[in-house]
């Protein structure tokens, strides 16, 4: 039948399945950020030591095909720390009393990524609210390219505000915008 959409799932990842297909989530990740096949390989390390940080969680998205389940899309996040990159990043761009207000105790939305192809069809908000439903911290972060990109309505739509905009992360030459939202989301609008 033409026209109709493919059934897709959202699920938590154990890590060990994440760790085995890390190569696969990083694809998507790089078809979904626009990078080149280096920086997608150079992520791959990193990729890995994050699902040893405390609070560690991910979330896949797998359309149901002729040859089986494939992954569309996945996230994960972790309790931000002080010595991880990300956060000292996010405290040296935020003021102190901003830093102080949402650093402590966060959890870091790390990674959030929908191949191009499953864009548009409300993956993106599925796997954001299943990746921090249940998370015992009080706000979620996380950073994302300062631009009018679907990613970035989705965030503000669903309850993330800024916390400081046009940022630069070394390696990067876009800027991006640092967003924070109060756990629990609020659901998502229909």
Avoid: N
């Avoid at 790089?30 to 890995?48: F, K, L, T």
């Avoid at 040859?67 to 996010?90: C, I, K, N, S």
């Avoid at 009393?97 to 790390?110: D, I, N, Q, S, Y």
Wanted: charged share 20%.
């Amino acid at each position: 039948m033409t026209g109709t959409t493919p059934a897709t799932r959202v699920t938590e990842l154990p890590v060990g399945w994440l760790r085995d297909h890390m190569h696969e989530a990083l694809a998507i990740y790089g078809e979904a950020m626009g990078y080149d096949a280096s920086v997608v390989a150079g992520r791959y390390g990193y990729a890995v030591q994050h699902t040893e940080r405390p609070g560690f969680r991910a979330v896949g998205a797998f359309e149901a095909g002729v040859d089986g389940e494939r992954l569309v899309g996945f996230g994960y996040g972790y309790l931000v720390a002080p010595g991880q990159w990300w956060h000292d990043q996010v405290r040296a761009a935020l003021d102190r009393r901003t830093a102080k207000r949402w650093l402590p105790g966060a959890f870091e939305v790390c990674e959030l990524h929908v191949h191009p192809d499953a864009q548009s069809r409300g993956l993106g908000r599925r796997l954001l609210h299943a990746l921090v439903e249940g998370v015992p911290a009080p706000v979620a972060l996380l950073s994302t390219p300062d631009a009018d990109t679907k990613a970035f309505r989705l965030y503000h739509a669903d309850g993330f505000v800024d916390l400081a905009r046009a940022h630069h992360f070394p390696g990067d030459a876009r800027p991006f915008a640092i967003l924070g939202a109060r756990l629990p989301l609020r659901a998502a609008a229909s």
